[in-house]
């Protein structure tokens, strides 16, 4: 191969260099234009292809195709060789459509290979095969096979309100006086091992027995301040009017006693409200821990506005999402995880703001 010497133009050096950065551009495009700028500062072939990464034949053929049909041509793509495609973007309409529609009789969702059986059913797609059918989907970002749980399908004016009284109070700056406390409850199970796990060993993991052992079912209230990086955690035998009324006065009284209003986010639960201090309590006692709480509801199908639910997926995560065989240890876990994550003023940063929430949500509002 003879050696090709390339001297750019200023103009054409700047149109390289735009070509670069400027959009989406095939990697076969760019290589080429990069070849001719390397060129153009005395790079040889041999420290061109080791640049970039190619064949020092291919430096050589780009250089020799600059040189007979000109940087614009040199830059587009030709077309490639091969067979043509055998379906266009009608057939892939097809196959796109026939996904999203509810699986045949027996079937719990479409699979890549239930897709490809049925299609081949149809006329002009007897030699579709699983790979062309995988590559369509993946493609066009279809998923038959997944299934996603959204609760929204409109959003009225009550449901704005709500969720705009929520939003507000977390972008609020921090009040000890008046702090903002997430409050959720979570159930778990009390189980235990049939048999002794065996532990784990260097290139095995810890293996346990597939059967267990039921003892019972706890509750587990949980309430988040999450500005202040501080939590409480509560186990109990149950979730009743009367649980929740007694936890709210251990917040009240022992959590946040120096607090004027604790301003409370909860869901719509039936033991969430003011009938449950009233019907735990003499009705003075009740009106003095009233007067220290604001309630703030989050909308109906709309608990993942309660912040308290993402510090009870952390907790599920670092400490309970697992076997516990006794209530005794339950407990005794989760204080020194609540310990710990307050000691260390663990904080939450909520950023979904209104303004987020009408561009995410506006689709779904009615009047």
Not at 61 to 73: A, F, M
Not at 152 to 163: L, Q, T, V, W
Not at 236 to 248: I, L, N
Not at 309 to 320: G, H, L, S, Y
Request: some cysteine; proline content about 4%.
């Amino acid at each position: 191969m003879d050696n090709i010497t390339i001297k750019l133009k200023e103009k054409n050096k700047k149109m390289l260099m735009e070509f670069i950065k400027r959009g989406e551009k095939k990697a076969r495009a760019i290589i080429r234009a990069n070849v001719l700028l390397l060129a153009d500062e005395n790079y040889s072939d041999k420290d061109i292809s080791k640049i970039l990464k190619i064949h020092k034949q291919t430096v050589w053929r780009i250089k020799k195709r600059y040189l007979k049909e000109g940087l614009k041509h040199l830059l587009e793509e030709k077309p490639r060789p091969g067979q043509p495609k055998k379906y266009d973007e009608k057939h892939n309409a097809e196959i796109i459509a026939t996904a999203c529609t509810s699986p045949p009789k027996g079937r719990k969702r479409w699979t890549v290979m239930l897709l490809t059986s049925e299609i081949n059913k149809k006329k002009g797609f007897k030699t579709l095969n699983r790979e062309t059918v995988r590559l369509i989907l993946k493609k066009n970002e279809t998923k038959p096979w997944l299934k996603r749980m959204w609760c929204i399908n409109k959003i009225d004016a009550e449901y704005r309100k709500k969720m705009y009284d929520v939003l507000d109070l977390y972008m609020l700056p921090y009040d000890p006086k008046r702090p903002v406390v997430g409050i959720d409850e979570k159930p778990k199970q009390i189980i235990g091992e049939k048999r002794k796990s065996i532990q784990m060993k260097p290139g095995k993991p810890e293996k346990t027995d597939y059967e267990y052992v039921r003892n019972g079912k706890v509750n587990i209230f949980i309430a988040i301040d999450h500005k202040a990086g501080k939590r409480d955690v509560k186990v109990t035998d149950h979730r009743t009017k009367k649980d929740f009324a007694v936890y709210m006065k251990h917040l009240v009284d022992d959590i946040l006693p120096s607090a004027d209003v604790i301003r409370i986010v909860a869901d719509n639960l039936n033991t969430h409200n003011k009938t449950s201090f009233y019907e735990t309590f003499d009705k003075k006692e009740a009106e003095r821990l009233l007067e220290k709480i604001e309630f703030h509801y989050t909308p109906k199908h709309a608990s993942w506005l309660n912040i308290a639910e993402i510090e009870i997926n952390v907790m599920d995560t670092e400490c309970t999402g697992r076997r516990i065989g006794n209530k005794e240890t339950l407990i005794e876990e989760v204080q020194t995880w609540m310990e710990r994550r307050n000691k260390e003023r663990k904080k939450i940063r909520w950023r979904f703001s209104k303004e987020k929430a009408d561009k995410k949500l506006s689709k779904y509002y009615v009047t």
